[in-house]
Antibody, heavy 119, light 107 residues
């Protein structure tokens, strides 16, 4: 069974930084692309970023481009999201999800980690 | 950016009745469409991918149809545990985009 577990969320001031982690198990990690999807309180789902299995290719939503960096460590089965220049509108629960070949649907989701940006 | 529009916003259905949810894309996404279910306080769960293929472990009462710009998720006989918000999502183009969701309530 595939499991993903996010961590690293918390309260941060505007302009600050946070690094989210996502530990995956039950799969051949390097074969899967991985994504981050967020959900602001009471709102819908918003795709944030996707990284290829090798880590060589990345995609970002315009809302985070230039501020967030997605990366992965395939030796540790771990996905990361470095979040810089945080804004109030980045407040959300951040979910990690597996993505099968050819960048398709979001298969398995973690329970998410809550990021709050506030002074 | 491909805009995904879901209707209705809220659907109230009696147990055992059929629920029909719609999703429209602003341009063709072919069959590159998924449906997710999200219950309160829980992570989203993949229901359907490729517009009509049920994900592993999803009950047969859930079915998806459509291609191009018009898609439908049907719950053939609504159960109490199906009360949730349902999202469609296209993966034909970047950025990946979701619909705003349809809330299914049990009447």
């Amino acid at each position: 069974e595939v499991q993903v577990l996010e961590s690293g969320g918390g309260l941060e001031q505007p302009g600050g930084s946070l690094r989210l982690s996502c530990a995956a198990s039950g799969l051949t990690f390097s074969v899967y692309a991985m994504s981050w999807v967020r959900q602001a309180p009471g709102k819908g789902l918003e795709w944030v970023s996707t990284i290829s299995g090798s880590g060589a290719t990345t995609y970002y939503a315009d809302s985070v481009k230039g501020r967030f960096t997605i990366s992965r460590d395939n030796s540790q089965n771990t996905l990361y999201l470095q979040m810089n220049s945080l804004r109030a509108e980045d407040t959300a629960r951040y979910y990690c999800a597996t993505v099968p070949g050819s960048y398709r649907q979001f298969d398995s989701w973690g329970q998410g980690t809550l990021v709050t940006v506030s002074s | 950016e491909i805009v995904m529009t879901q209707s209705p916003a809220t659907l109230s259905v009696s147990p055992g009745e059929r629920a029909t949810l719609s999703c429209r894309a602003s341009q063709s996404v072919y069959s590159n469409l998924a449906w997710y279910q999200q219950k309160p306080g829980q992570a989203p769960r993949l229901l359907i991918y490729g517009a009509s293929t049920r994900a592993t472990g999803i009950p047969v009462r859930f079915s998806g149809s459509g291609s191009g710009t018009e898609f439908t998720l049907t719950i053939s006989s609504l159960q109490s545990e199906d009360s949730a918000v349902y999202y469609c999502q296209q993966y034909n183009d970047w950025p990946r985009t979701f619909g705003q969701g349809t809330k299914v309530e049990i009447k």
